[in-house]
């Protein structure tokens, strides 16, 4: 059934997903989840895993309803809305591999450079996600580890998480997850943090709006990921991915005043008149469910 128009794509749910041996990925609905599955290493992250989840966004991407405009492929099989992230484990993501590390020092400047530039495009990749991203995270999360929790629009933690901007105790900086994070917690938060390089508690992560609820405990993630889910579920997905981008113009916007108020008033405008917004209107004014919800 077409959600926004009768686009026709190419892209299928029953496409096979990329290979992957160091993270995990299960769909079910227009739910995806994805886990980190080093716990050996404490999900440290590697070329490997870097690469197998960047596959993996890309994939979902592709696949999500704002990319598709329509909330089921040709099959009549839903099309993503909510990726949920998990780490098996104690520990959610220790950041770099120790062995990557080591060898970033024997590397030339155009090899760290690619390094970098294939994390980058690892956060980036899920701070531009089309679809609403929910992160559980347990133990530490440092480094690269810190930098996926504040690409996630939902994080949520356990009462024993500690997170760290951890770079600085090795002499370097935290400079590519640096944007990330600065959007999350702001200037001076972010300065402290990285410069402190030290590991804040997870109520100290919620109160400066690093993470977005703590549970009462790590069985507790389950629960409270799909209760979120479930809330965005209830959203019209494209609204959901405009709002995203919403905010990013918001980040970057360097012209007047006058002209932000004249382009919010053109956007509202767009999108009242999208398919989505009549639907969405529409099911108000008949006082029935729309057409997205999952309810």
């Known amino acids: 059934m077409a959600y926004l ?15 992957n041996k160091l993270c995990k990925l299960e769909i079910s609905g227009a739910i995806a989840r994805i886990s980190l599955n080093r716990s050996d290493v404490f999900n440290a992250l590697n070329t490997e895993l870097i690469g197998e989840l960047i596959s993996i966004i ?13 909330l089921v492929d040709l099959d009549g099989d839903k099309y993503l809305r909510v990726l949920i992230f998990t780490a098996e484990g104690k520990h959610f993501c220790a950041g ?19 390094d970098s530039e294939r994390l980058d495009r690892l956060f ?39 997170i760290a901007l951890s770079e600085a105790k090795l002499g370097i900086l935290p400079a590519v997850i640096g944007p990330y994070v600065y959007r999350r917690v ?16 997870s109520d100290e992560a919620m109160r400066i709006g690093l993470v977005d609820f703590v549970t009462e405990s790590f069985e507790d993630f389950e629960n409270k990921s799909n209760e979120i889910a479930e809330e965005v579920l209830t959203t019209g997905p494209m609204a959901v991915t405009e709002a995203k981008e919403l ?11 006058e002209e932000l108020r004249e382009w919010t008033l ?30």
């Open 186 to 201: 702001g200037s001076s938060n972010f300065r402290r943090l990285s410069m402190m390089a030290s590991r804040i508690n």
């Open 58 to 70: 890309e994939w979902t991407t592709d696949r999500s309803v704002s990319r598709n405009s329509s």
């Open 5 to 19: 128009g009768c686009k026709v794509t190419k892209m299928k749910m029953s496409d096979l997903p990329p290979e």
């Open 247 to 257: 905010t990013m113009t918001f980040d970057r916007w360097n012209g007047s005043d």
């Open 266 to 295: 053109d956007k509202t405008s767009q999108m009242r008149g999208s398919d989505e917004g009549q639907e969405g209107l529409s099911s108000f004014l008949e006082r029935r469910k729309p057409n997205w919800s999952s309810e």
């Open 124 to 162: 980036n990749g899920i701070w531009a996600h089309p679809c609403f991203t929910i992160g559980c995270i347990q133990g530490v999360a440092l480094g690269g580890g810190a930098g996926l929790v504040s690409c996630f629009d939902y994080a949520i933690a356990e009462p024993k998480t500690r």
């Open 96 to 114: 770099a591999d120790i062995n990557m590390m080591r060898d970033a020092g024997a590397r030339s400047v155009e090899e760290n450079r690619a």
